[in-house]
């Protein structure tokens, strides 16, 4: 699974925000921008 993948399931599945997914994200040593995480949210909702 992509880690974008990953990400976008976290945001939908326990509905936090860009920013918490990131934290998240960063303790497990992976660095994404919320804003990535926001952007590629509004390409997914349909």
Same mark, same amino acid.
């Not at 990953?6 to 509905?15: C, D, K, N, V």
């Not at 926001?38 to 509004?42: K, M, N």
């Given at each position: 699974?992509?880690?974008?993948?990953?990400?976008?399931? /976290?945001?939908?599945?326990?509905?936090? !925000?860009?920013?918490?997914v990131? #934290?998240l994200? /960063?303790?497990r040593?992976?660095?994404? !921008?919320?804003?990535?995480l926001? #952007?590629?949210?509004?390409l997914?909702q349909?």
């Open positions: 699974m992509s880690i974008i993948r990953y990400a976008l399931r /976290l945001y939908h599945r326990f509905t936090l !925000s860009p920013r918490d990131q #934290e994200l /960063l303790e040593g992976i660095q994404v !921008s919320h804003k990535t926001r #952007e590629s949210a509004a997914k349909p």
